[in-house]
T-cell receptor
Framework: AQSVTQPDIHITVSEGASLELRCNYSYGATPYLFWYVQSPGQGLQLLLKYFSGDTLVQGIKGFEAEFKRSQSSFNLRKPSVHWSDAAEYFC??????????FGKGTRLSVIA | DGGITQSPKYLFRKEGQNVTLSCEQNLNHDAMYWYRQDPGQGLRLIYY???????QKGDIAEGYSVSREKKESFPLTVTSAQKNPTAFYLC?????????????FGSGTRLTVV
């Protein structure tokens, strides 16, 4: 069965510092991979997605993610964090006709 | 604007009562999903439907029921059999395949059972 692991429950970074959120997945074939962001009490907003091709994917708000098949990872990065990036981040994996499976999320706090 | 409407945003019910959460979409998407979110648990799949009049159980379907009589609507009923119904519920739709695959999420309903 497919699964997604986000090893970090909570991360705190200083404003302007770089960020990397980790995501590892377990899947039989090449999956569809997603990163979503959620503000408190809100729905999910798509940051970026990967299906095939170039393993470095650019998303919205200055985020990018790199697919590494050998490590079964899809880590999310941002070179310089802004206070407005404080939120919860979810990695998700899916396949052609199966529902998305989500990780448990990483809560990002940003300090001045 | 096309989108997903979940109503109400906040819902309070007494223990032992059934309650129905609404999810309506005007995106013309075939597949619809219900997820439950608890702190530190991520999103867990309750039920999903790929076409009208058909639906499948997800990982945590016990104590829930759904119907899909119209393409636009996928209501979720939380029954009295659900042991711990207080949670945040998210509805989603899916469209496309491959590079066109996309999911849209509603803004959620927070259910509190007292």
């Amino acid at each position: 069965a497919q699964s997604v692991t986000q090893p970090d429950i909570h991360i705190t970074v200083s404003e302007g510092a770089s960020l990397e959120l980790r995501c590892n997945y377990s899947y039989g074939a090449t999956p569809y991979l997603f990163w979503y962001v959620q503000s408190p009490g809100q729905g999910l907003q798509l940051l970026l997605k990967y299906f095939s091709g170039d393993t470095l994917v650019q998303g919205i708000k200055g985020f990018e993610a790199e697919f590494k098949r050998s490590q079964s990872s899809f880590n999310l990065r941002k070179p310089s964090v802004h206070w407005s990036d404080a939120a919860e981040y979810f990695c998700a994996v899916g396949e052609r006709n199966t529902p998305l499976v989500f990780g448990k999320g990483t809560r990002l706090s940003v300090i001045a | 604007d096309g989108g997903i409407t979940q109503s109400p945003k906040y819902l309070f019910r007494k223990e032992g009562q059934n309650v129905t959460l609404s999810c309506e979409q005007n995106l013309n998407h075939d597949a619809m999903y219900w997820y439950r979110q608890d702190p530190g648990q991520g999103l867990r799949l309750i039920y999903y439907s790929q076409i009208v009049n058909d639906f499948q159980k997800g990982d945590i379907a016990e104590g829930y029921s759904v119907s899909r009589e119209k393409k636009e609507s996928f209501p979720l009923t939380v029954t009295s059999a659900q042991k711990n119904p207080t949670a945040f519920y998210l509805c989603a739709t899916r469209v496309g395949l491959g590079l066109r695959l996309g999911y849209t999420f509603g803004s959620g309903t927070r259910l509190t059972v007292v």
